[in-house]
């Protein structure tokens, strides 16, 4: 069985996003059980790599004549649908579709045409999305871990440094006014370490921030976080607009609780006092906040223990047995 993948974004960037590297992990894992997989984005050069053919995404669709799929999975994109008519169509959407920007991107018509199957990353996801779009079927596979992020060994000492690696801003400017006037005067050993904010400060801002424990550090890679994760306390993921949030998973695999809102798709996956500690609003982020910091050894051992259990069952090997009983069925 012939299997494309493609996402209308780069992949040749070292730092690819989380679309871009789910595609890359999961078609590389298919490539081992048997079927021949394609993946077409925006790149330099056809190549063969770990199993996988790399096809440029202008190239395919200049050449597409050369090519016959069994099946074609998009990313949030139809644009590939109508160069090849006879394979299956899967639109993998892992953010919101609405119809407005649905008819803006010229995606609505393309979907109601071909309607595809539509596979969901998350049941928030799904229910969020309007029955005017006539797809086939709507199913859901979660996203997964990619093996960045599979911890051989737990770290049980940890720092008291609290995370926030969410590239949308929403709720920082509360999250670090209540740091300064009432986290920081009541416990200065403790850091708020923010990554994934590209905003610039002046110096003499950025050691204001410092002065109170709070460190921006942009863009990082992914063993970067990694490593400050498994030293860390917890991670702080309110969850206003997540369709699924891979920053809770990837945290959790490191022993990471979450402290969110538990909003949007963290409702789902967030198990209060589990893998989560779930807060009514910011003065209560307060008081999760130090209650992590009160508790004694074993307890942060046992909580530490029950994030890295619950991120288990996403792991690649599970997952993947869910899409290739889709692409059985399909």
């Known amino acids: ?50 199993g996988v053919h790399f096809i440029p995404i202008n190239y395919l669709k200049k050449n597409s004549n050369k090519y016959k799929f069994d099946i074609i999975v998009g990313s949030n994109d139809t644009s590939l649908y109508t160069y090849f008519r006879k394979a299956k169509k899967v639109l993998w959407l892992h953010n919101k579709l609405q119809i407005e920007k649905s008819l803006r991107k010229k995606v609505f018509f393309p979907i109601n045409f071909h309607r595809p199957i539509a596979v969901f990353v998350s049941d928030y996801l799904k229910n969020r999305t309007s029955k005017f779009f006539l797809f086939k079927k709507r199913i859901v596979i979660p996203n997964f871990l ?92 309110l969850g206003y607009d997540e369709t699924f949030c891979l920053n809770a998973l990837e945290a959790n695999s490191c022993g990471l609780p979450i402290i969110t809102f538990a909003k949007t798709a963290l409702k789902d996956y967030a198990k209060p006092n589990y893998n989560s500690f779930i807060a009514k609003n910011f003065d209560d982020i307060e008081n999760k906040i130090f209650y992590l910091l009160s508790l004694n050894n074993n307890k942060k051992k046992k909580i530490i223990q029950n994030s890295y259990n619950h991120s288990k069952k996403y792991q690649l090997k599970f997952i993947e047995k869910k899409w290739l009983k889709f692409f059985k069925n399909i």
């Open 1 to 50: 069985m012939k299997i494309l993948f493609y996402t209308n974004s780069q992949l040749s960037s070292k730092s690819l996003g989380g679309i871009e590297t789910l595609n890359l992990n999961l078609a590389k894992h298919l490539a081992k059980n048997n079927y021949e997989i394609y993946i077409s984005a925006i790149c330099s050069k056809k190549l063969l790599k770990d």
């Open 146 to 237: 990619i093996k960045d992020f599979l911890i051989k060994k737990i770290n049980y000492k940890r720092k008291n440094i609290f995370v926030w690696s969410v590239q949308r801003e929403k709720g920082l400017d509360n999250l670090i006014q209540i740091w300064i006037k009432r986290i920081f005067t009541k416990n200065k050993s403790t850091k708020l370490f923010i990554f994934g904010i590209n905003k610039t400060f002046s110096t003499s801002k950025l050691n204001y921030y410092k002065s109170k424990n709070i460190y921006f550090y942009g863009r990082v890679s992914k063993t970067k976080l990694k490593k400050v994760y498994q030293d860390s306390l917890a991670m702080i993921c």
